[in-house]
Structures are given as C-alpha cells and as structure tokens.
C-alpha cells in the first residue's frame, strides 16, 4: 500500500512561481513511475508532468518550458516546480503513482494552485 500526501499549493499572481511536493509512503518500486495531474472545475483530470524512477520526465505541451518536474527518490518525493504561472493553470493538483509490479494505481488527495490577481 501506497500513500501520497501533496503539498505547497497556494494562491499567486500571475508570473509567480510554486513548489509542489508530494510525499510517498509504503513500499516504492525501481519500475514506478510519478506524475502530477491536475483538475480544474468543470474539467476532466489532465496529465501535467511524468517522470520515471530514473528520471526520464515528460510535460504536456502547456507546461512545457515553464514547469520542471523531479522525484527524490532516497525521500520518496516528487517535486513541481511551477514558473511563470498562467491563471489557466488554477486547478487541483493531484499527485499519481503508477506501480506494474502492483498493478495499481495510486493519488493523493490534492493540492490547490489559484492564480490570480
């Protein structure tokens, strides 16, 4: 069993910049992958970043250029650097884990980003 636990969302103005971070607990295999997705209301849940155990990482092209993401795998925390925010960008975001050994997929419970004026 799995369990994630975000943080570091929070309100900023346009331009600004936050640090997610998602903490993982339980047993973490070499083949799991992370991600960050994210929900805006009225919207259906969309893959925002992903990065492998070694570090391969993947952006959805809206992000690209302005969000970094990164894993600490000696700490089990995975990291999104958010810069250069847009107020499209306001949405939960959710931390993912995928585990094949497991078959499971595993979220947190959300972490709130607003941009706004």
């Known amino acids: 069993q799995v369990q994630l636990v975000e943080s570091g969302g929070g309100l900023v103005q346009p331009g600004g910049s936050l640090r997610l971070s998602c903490a993982a607990s339980?047993?973490?295999?070499?083949?799991?992958?992370m991600a960050w997705y994210r929900q805006a209301p009225g919207k259906q849940r969309e893959l925002v970043a992903s990065?492998?155990?070694?570090?391969?990482?993947n952006y959805t092209d809206s992000v690209k250029g302005r969000f970094t993401i990164s894993r600490d795998n000696a700490k089990n925390t995975l990291y999104l650097q958010m810069n250069s925010l847009k107020p499209e960008d306001t949405a939960r975001y959710y931390c993912?884990?995928?585990?094949?050994?497991?078959?499971?997929?595993?979220w947190g419970q959300g972490t709130q980003v607003t941009v706004s004026i």
């Open positions: 339980g047993i973490i295999y070499a083949s799991d992958a």
């Open positions: 990065i492998t155990y070694r570090s391969t990482a």
């Open positions: 993912n884990l995928e585990s094949p050994v497991v078959k499971r997929r595993y």
